[in-house]
């Protein structure tokens, strides 16, 4: 079946600008994660959904930083006012109920703020 | 704080050698404890993972992982690698207490040679 898919995979953007990244998770998931990786490390917690709320936001490292999932499936990653060290690699994993289940990784959108 | 140590960031083996990696965590509470890979080209994925009972999990392609609780360690082992064993390994730990974060390790980038 369908995997974790994100869009876009890669984003170029300048220095204050607005971004939104998007995942879709597998089918029936109820649990959502975003994370952040850096070069060199691992992935860093951002938020964590089960269904439309967020469970857990306390990985947000700042307020320009926010993520929605309104409907429980899709989720989008929203950036204000981007800065050059937000660049990393956004990932976001889905699982089945919660975190005592295998987290299943998308590819990961690829963020450059230049 | 809640931590993960992962002991070495680059290991290069010839084929057939054996594999030790080593992860070791802070976390109050109740533990789950997981083991990723990703390979080149590909996704995270879960290679195994530990909740309770038998200390010594077996995942896929060989590996295995035993959780010593007096050492906060969760290695991870496979007695003879492959060419095709070649990825990063990311050790990570959740569990009943510091909201629904999953907290991975910096990783372990293993080359093994032909």
């Known amino acids: 079946g369908a995997g974790v898919s994100q869009t876009p995979s890669n984003k170029v953007t300048e220095k204050g600008k607005y971004v939104e990244l998007r995942c879709d998770p597998i089918?029936?998931?109820?649990?959502l994660y975003w994370y952040r990786q850096s070069l060199g490390q691992g992935p860093e917690f951002l938020i964590y959904?089960?269904?439309?709320?967020?469970?857990?936001d306390s990985g947000l490292p700042n307020d320009r930083f926010f993520a929605v999932r309104p409907e429980g499936s899709v989720s989008t990653l929203k950036i204000q006012r981007t800065e050059r060290g937000d660049s990393a690699v956004y990932l976001c994993?889905?699982?089945?109920?919660?975190?005592?289940?295998?987290?299943?990784f998308g590819p990961g959108t690829r963020l450059t703020v230049l | 704080a809640q931590s993960v140590s992962q002991h070495n960031h680059h290991v290069i083996l010839s084929e057939a050698a054996s594999l030790e990696l080593g992860c070791n965590y802070s976390y109050g509470g109740t533990v789950n404890l997981f083991w990723y890979v990703q390979y080149p080209g590909q996704h995270l994925q879960l290679l195994l993972k530990?909740?309770?009972?038998?200390?010594l999990v077996k995942g896929i392609k060989g590996f295995e992982a035993e959780f010593i609780k007096s050492k906060f360690s969760f290695n991870l082992r496979k007695p003879s690698v492959q060419w095709s064993d070649t990825a990063e390994y990311f050790c990570a730990v959740n569990g009943n207490t510091g909201g629904f974060k999953t907290i991975f390790g910096a990783g372990t980038r293993l080359f093994v040679k032909a």
């Open positions: 959904f089960q269904g439309t709320g967020a469970a857990d």
């Open positions: 994993a889905s699982s089945a109920r919660g975190q005592g289940d295998t987290q299943y």
């Open positions: 089918s029936g998931h109820t649990a």
């Open positions: 530990y909740f309770s009972g038998d200390p």
